[in-house]
Every structure is written in C-alpha cells, then in structure tokens.
C-alpha cells in the first residue's frame, strides 16, 4: 500500500504494459505508449533502471523549442535530430523535444541519497521516431514519441504527481 493518497489529477506510468495514462478523478482520460528501463524497474543510482512510487514533475524543459530539439545535461544542444545525424552518433542516448524532470517524492525509496529520482536524472522524453519502440530500452528513463511528448507537455503543469509502477493494476 502506497503512503502518498492519489490526488485528483495525475500520470500513471505502467512499466508492465509500458503506457503514461492522464489520469483525473480515478479516471484514466488519455494514454501514450512509453519505453521504460531495459534493465526493469528500480531506484539505485547507476542501475538504469526506471524507479517506481511517487514523483512529481520537478521542471519543464524545453518549451518553445521545435520538435527533435536535441538535450544534453538538459540543455539544448542547438542540433535538430534527423535519422542521418542519429547515423553519425550511434551509441547517443538521444533525448529529445521536451523533457520533464522527475523528482521522487518517497524518503528512502526514490529520495534522498543514493535513490535519489531528481539526481538519477530521471526524465520523460521524446526520442527518434524510427528508434521508438514499446518496450523497455531506455537507460532509466521515460521515452516516448516526439508528438506524444510535445502533446503531454501542454496538458501538464510542473509539480504534476507521477506514479511509476510495475504491476497490470492502473493506478495506486
């Protein structure tokens, strides 16, 4: 049982069935497909694993900036992503179009030391289209299509509550 009680409005991260549900008042009102960690679910620093429990948007970035802006460290790059600049740079963890910073929420278990969400650089992203698959790639993080995290990013306000879980059940 989860300690944090769901608030009216949040997003709800499957890692089993690898979507982000909006989710408002118990109902579930729009759903994308996502990519989560390849090596599963988890919360120690350095695993690449996505952690689970609350978290809340922490920042938005990248508003204004044109579909497959390109992310290091959080900033963009000026580079525009097309397949031929991924060809050139093949082992890039590419991050891209918005990101949306997620800061855990949990002492002990997605907070504060070496669990630390915020710290592990833990995001929601967009990433090349012809590289986006419904399954679990990524290093840790959230991925999903440019459009649909461009269109996610305009329906949330920074300090929406995540909630990342690992189980078929919709919700907390």
């Given at each position: 049982m989860n300690a944090i009680a769901p608030p009216a409005v949040y997003l709800d991260i499957c890692i089993a069935r690898q979507t982000l549900g909006i989710v408002r008042q118990?109902?579930?009102?729009?759903?994308?497909?996502?990519?989560?960690?390849?090596?599963?679910?988890g919360e120690q620093m350095g695993s690449e694993c996505t952690p689970?429990?609350?978290?809340?948007?922490?920042?938005?970035?990248?508003?204004?900036?044109?579909?497959?802006?390109?992310?290091?460290?959080?900033?963009?790059?000026?580079?525009?992503?097309?397949p031929e600049l991924g060809a050139r740079h093949p082992g890039r963890d590419w991050i891209l179009t918005r990101i949306l910073w997620l800061g855990g929420l949990e002492p002990g278990r997605n907070r504060y030391g070496r669990v630390d969400s915020a710290w592990r650089y833990i995001?929601?992203?967009?990433?090349?289209?012809?590289?986006?698959?419904?399954?679990?790639?990524?290093?840790?993080?959230?991925?999903?299509?440019?459009?649909?995290?461009?269109?996610?990013?305009?329906?949330?306000?920074?300090?929406?509550?995540?909630?990342?879980?690992?189980d078929e059940v919709a919700g907390p």
């Open positions: 118990g109902e579930i009102v729009r759903v994308y497909p996502v990519s989560t960690a390849k090596n599963g679910p689970t429990g609350w978290h809340c948007v922490r920042a938005k970035i990248g508003a204004g900036l044109p579909e497959n802006a390109v992310f290091t460290g959080r900033r963009p790059t000026g580079e525009i992503y097309t995001y929601i992203h967009g990433c090349p289209g012809e590289r986006f698959q419904q399954r679990p790639e990524s290093h840790g993080c959230i991925r999903m299509r440019n459009a649909d995290v461009l269109d996610l990013f305009d329906r949330v306000d920074a300090g929406i509550r995540v909630f990342i879980h690992d």
